[in-house]
């Protein structure tokens, strides 16, 4: 075959693709679209024509209902944002995504369950809450810290000059090792962190918002932990060290600074974010298994994604992005439409978003953070 004819050929390929991908483009755009129009319809009468023909029980939701579901998705999104941060970071400073990830924030609710559960069997969680919860915090960044930094010096820095695909594969593997590891140590079975408080679980009214306090507490803290975060890497020397050895690590080594040790240092703060974000998951949904890692690491990555992966800033906006799409968009978009079992579809929404990104702005919503040899 000619030159001239695998070029055409190559082309009309390519044509085709463009083709399909700009019908995803006008289909995912025109049912976002459709759904705020018939959603909009539905608040003003719940009984107009579209409704009765897609939805016939359609009632609309209320403003205390739409906050309800916008203070879920904040603190969920929050969450994703604390373990999408270790993915942004390991990402920036080495060029791969830590599938292991998801295992670090799984390793720091464990430790918070265990820790809770000797708290309580001997009374200090009811009569000092404050205090346990302190001591179950610092453990479970010290544990999921020390896993990160395990992890990146045995399964890691081995293969660091080797093929990208190599380390992505061996991630997917500690990933295997950690659940199953869990798993032989305390079982299948789902562990349950005791009774929180009531002052801490009971509702309370922030600006017209009803918010339980386990959620407030989940916003506080992801809120404070991100302008830590952001202290660390952009006013101290460690902070700058890790910017200069994400942007090129040899001129880095050149300029005397210690790449080892900065590498290791990015896996342990992303650690401590991890731990940081277990316990609030632990404490908000109160139930931990081996795979509870799984579902929350994917979406974190996706979260990264949508963001600008190496990005840390889009990391925790990617995630409350995320969160917010995966709490509003099936009861605002999804439900006017009459699609079925709406509060099933959160992962289905989740990852649509992620398509939508990559379909409209492939560097995510604040662009990557590259090293040069990337960006080369």
Known sequence: MSTHALTTKSAKRLAAVDRFLTFIRVFLVA???????????????????????????????????????????????????????????????????????????????????????????????????????????????????????????????????????????????????????????????????????????????????????????????????????????????TGKAMRAVAEDKEIAALMGIDVNRTIVTTFAVGGAMAGIGGILWGLMFRSVTHMTGFLPGVKAFTAAVVGGIGNIGGAMAGGISLGSAESIAPMVILEPLGVPGVSQLKDAVAFTVLVLVLLFKPSGLFGERLSAEDRA
């Open 31 to 237: 049912l976002i679209v459709v759904g705020l129009l018939a959603f909009v319809w539905q608040q003003i009468d719940a009984d107009n024509p579209f409704a009765r023909w897609r939805n016939p029980d359609a009632r609309g939701l209320t403003g205390d209902q739409f906050k309800g579901l916008l203070i879920s998705g904040l603190s969920q999104g929050s969450m994703y944002g604390l373990i999408a941060l270790g993915y942004s970071m390991v990402y920036g400073v080495l060029g791969f995504i830590n599938f292991a990830h998801g295992e670090v924030f799984m390793v720091g609710a464990m430790t918070g369950f265990i820790a809770s559960e000797k708290f309580a069997a001997n009374g200090m969680w009811e009569q000092n809450f404050v205090l346990c919860l302190l001591l179950i915090v610092l453990m479970a960044v010290f544990f999921s810290t020390f896993t990160a930094v395990l992890m990146e010096r045995i399964a890691y820095r081995p293969l660091r000059n080797s093929p990208r695909l190599i380390p992505l594969i061996t991630s997917i593997g500690v990933s295997f090792f950690i659940q199953n590891f869990v798993l032989g140590l305390f079982g299948p079975a789902s562990k349950s962190y005791p009774r929180l408080p009531d002052w801490l679980s009971k509702q309370r009214s922030i600006l017209t918002f009803e918010i339980a306090g386990t959620r407030l507490l989940v916003l506080v803290v992801a809120a404070v932990s991100m302008v830590g975060l952001w202290y660390v890497v952009e006013r101290t020397k």
